[in-house]
C-alpha cells in the first residue's frame, strides 16, 4: 500500500480539471480512436476514424468504472497494472481507476519477464488491466509460439495472483474470472455514485497517489516514479503557459502526457492508428492530421501535434519530396522527449514556415521544466540573442528555454541544474518524498545578447538582471554520460555491469553517436576475454542481452575492440574517444555510400 501523500486544497486536481472541462463543453468531442489509414493510388490518403466519444460520454464512463471498480473492491491504497494501448476504453478505465482512489501503474511488457517481475514485485498491484491479446501471446496458448517467433518473449500475465480485467474479445490465456473491461463503464443507474462524493463531482484529492511510470533499470534497480492528482494537474497547468490549448483544437498524440492536457482544456484529442505494436508509423501519422468525413466521426484538421525529432525527420523528407502534405490548420508542432539540434529546427522552420515550433525540455520526475520557442532558440543558436558565443559567433550549448513560472531552479557548483515545483513527483516508488530533482544535466544561465560577458554563479536561483532579463536554460553536457534515443533515456552505468557479465566479455561500455537530427544511435564497445573470438561474442551478445536488459536499451551497433580506449587517473573508458571512433566510422560509411 502507498504511504500517505500530503497535499494542500488549493492544488490543482487532474479528476477535477477533466470534469470541469467536461461541465463546460459536455457535448464536444473529446477522444477519437485510432482509425485505420489507407496509401492509395497518387500518393493520397484516406482515413477510416475510430469511434469518438463526447465530454459528456467520457465523464460518464469515468464515473461508471469507478463506481464498479469500487464495488469489486478496488479504491483508496490499491494499485492497477496498466498495459491496454491508447483508446478512449483505456484513457477512461486510467482514469476511472483514479478516480476511484488508486492508482495506475505503467510497466511496458517489453522489457521481458526477468526486469518485469522486478517492478510488479516493487509496485506490487493487486489488479491488473491488459489487452487480451497480451494475456494470449504471454501466456500457455495456441498464439504464444507465434510471438516467440517474432521475437517477443513476455511476461505471463495470466498467471499474476491479482485481480484481472481484460481488454478486447475474450481470447485462449485471459485468466478464468476475468471481467471484461467494457463492462466497466456501461451506464449507471439514476442516483448511484462513487463512495465519498455526489455523482458527477470528483472531490479535490490532489495528494492522492495518481500513475507510478518506471524509468530504465536493471534487473537489481528498478526506479518508480510516483506522481499524484495534483502532480499531474500541474504539469499540464505549466504545459498550457506556453503550449495553449483551447476548444475547437484538435491534438493528434498516442502520449497520455499531451492528451490529458488538451482535455483539461476542452479540445478534442485524436489519436494515432497502429498495427500489432503500438509503434507509430510518422508518415501514416503524417496522413491523418487532416479533416474527416465519416459515418462515425466527422471532425477538421488537426490544430497541435506532439513529436520527437526522429519522428518528424521523415515526415520533413517527405514533404520535401512531395509525397506528404500537412493541412494548413496544424499551427504548433510540440517536439519533446530528445534534444533539437539547431540545424535540424532550421530546416524544421523552413519545410513548414507557417508552424509554430514548442520545444519541451522536462523528465519523468519533473515535466516540463522549460519550453522554448522555435524562433528563440534560432535566434540564440545564430548568435543573435546569445550571453555566451562560441569562436564563430554562434551561440554557445544547447538552448532550453525560461524555466517555467511555477519551476524552482539552481545550479550546482559543477552546473547540474537541479529543479522543483509543483509539478515534480511525489518521489521514486519504496523511498523518501523528493526534495528537488538533480537533472543529471549540466546547465549554464544565459541572459541574452544584453548580458553578454556577464559571470552567472552556479548557486543562482535565477534571478532576473538589473535590466529585467529573465534567466534562459542553456544545456552543455549530462552529469551522467545520458544516452537519449527517441523518446528513452538510456544510462549506460546502468546496463554495463551487467553486459560485462556475460560469458566472454572482459570490457564494456555503451555511448550515444548523434545521428544529425538529434536523436542518437546506441553503440556497444567490448572487449573479449582472451581465446574469446570476436564474432561468436557478437552472436552471443545479440542473443543474451534482449534478457539482459530493457529492450528500449537494447545496442544498435556491436563493436569488438581489442582495448578500451582509457583516460584520467582512474583509467575509466574515454566515452568521448569512443564516441570520435564510432562517428568517424559512420563518415567513413556515408562517404562509400550504399553498397
Known sequence: MPSEITGGQDSPDLIAAVYAAAERVPDNPAITAPGRTRHRPGGKVSVRPGPTITYRQLMEGIEATSVRLQADGFGKGERMLFSVRPSPAACILALGAVRAGGSVVFIDPGIGPSLFRDRAELAAPGWAAAESLLYAVSTRSPIRPLARRRGLLLPDYGAMDVRHYYSGPWMPGVPRGATPVKTLRRPLTTGTTTTGTTKGQPGHHPAQEAVIIFTSGTTGAPKGVVHTRGSLAAGFQQLSTKCTFSDGDRIHSEQLMMGLPALIAGAHWTMPSYGFSAHIDPLR????????????????????????????????????????????????????????????????????????????????????????????????????????????????????????????????????????????????????????????????????????????????????????????????????????????????????????????????????????????????????????????????????LPRLIDESALPDRIEVLDNMPVSGRHRKPDREALRQQFGAVIDAAALVGPA
Open 285 to 544: 501519422l503524417a496522413g491523418e492530421l487532416g479533416p474527416v468525413a465519416g459515418k462515425r466521426s466527422t471532425y477538421d484538421g488537426a490544430t497541435h501535434l506532439f513529436l520527437v525529432p526522429s519522428q518528424l525527420a521523415p515526415i520533413l523528407d517527405g514533404i520535401e519530396r512531395g509525397e506528404v502534405t500537412l493541412p494548413k490548420t496544424l499551427g504548433t508542432v510540440m517536439l519533446g522527449a530528445a534534444p533539437v539540434l539547431a540545424p535540424f529546427l532550421e530546416r524544421a522552420t523552413r519545410v513548414l514556415p507557417d508552424v509554430d515550433f514548442k520545444l519541451i525540455y522536462g523528465m519523468t520526475e519533473l515535466l516540463p521544466i522549460a519550453i522554448a520557442d522555435g524562433r528563440e532558440k534560432l535566434a540564440f543558436a545564430s548568435g543573435a540573442d546569445a550571453g555566451h558565443l562560441t569562436q564563430d559567433g554562434r551561440g554557445e550549448g544547447d538552448f532550453l528555454g525560461e524555466p517555467l513560472p511555477a519551476v524552482e531552479i539552481r545550479l550546482g557548483e559543477d552546473h547540474e541544474l537541479f529543479a522543483r515545483g509543483p509539478n515534480m513527483c511525489h518521489g521514486y516508488l519504496g523511498q523518501d518524498p523528493m526534495i528537488e530533482h538533480a537533472t543529471g544535466d549540466l546547465v549554464r544561465l544565459d541572459y541574452g545578447a544584453g548580458a553578454r560577458g556577464a559571470s552567472t554563479s552556479p548557486g543562482a536561483r535565477g534571478a532576473s538582471t538589473s535590466s529585467g532579463a529573465r534567466p534562459r536554460l542553456v544545456m552543455i553536457g549530462r552529469k551522467k554520460d545520458m544516452i537519449i534515443r527517441g523518446k528513452t533515456n538510456i544510462y549506460p552505468a546502468l546496463y554495463e555491469p551487467v553486459i560485462a557479465g556475460v560469458a566472454g566479455v572482459a570490457e564494456a561500455a555503451m555511448v550515444g553517436v548523434p545521428d544529425g537530427i538529434g536523436d542518437e544511435s546506441v553503440w556497444l564497445a567490448v572487449v573479449p576475454r582472451a581465446g574469446q573470438s570476436a564474432a561468436a561474442l557478437k552472436a552471443r551478445l545479440g542473443q543474451e
